[in-house]
């Protein structure tokens, strides 16, 4: 399984990124597919979580700015994130678990796409 992550970049504070998180398996529509963040000198964080029937879950620090979605037939997950603060600066990984949500401990992680909020 391989996971392609790709989208982050410099923005400044209040701007807008798309990620994209792109799976080489056919098995995506059966797998959650989440994001999970990790900042210079800090533990990696669940960002927010979808499931195979397109509910999603998202951390308190992203609610109402960060939209998880997912293109089945693309086998692509995407991470919309809106009003960036400087503090949503870390590195973003994409992780897909298949079987849904309660197998997102273990599941396949994607590399990561560094994004950085600065003026």
């Known amino acids: 399984v391989q996971l392609q992550a790709s989208g982050g970049g410099l923005v400044q504070p209040g701007g807008s990124l798309r990620l994209s998180c792109q799976a080489s398996?056919?098995?995506?529509?059966?797998?959650?597919m989440a994001w999970y963040r990790q900042a210079p000198g800090k533990q990696r964080e669940l960002v927010a979580v979808?499931?195979?029937?397109?509910?999603?879950h998202y951390a308190d620090s992203v609610k109402g700015r960060f939209t998880i979605s997912r293109d089945n037939p693309k086998s692509t997950g995407y991470l919309q994130m809106n009003s960036l603060k400087p503090e949503d600066t870390a590195v973003y990984y994409c992780?897909?678990?298949?079987?849904?949500?309660?197998?997102?401990?273990?599941?396949?992680w994607g590399q990561g796409t560094l994004v950085t909020v600065s003026s």
């Open positions: 992780k897909l678990a298949p079987g849904g949500l309660i197998y997102l401990a273990g599941g396949y």
């Open positions: 979808v499931d195979t029937g397109g509910s999603a």
């Open positions: 398996v056919s098995i995506f529509t059966d797998s959650a």
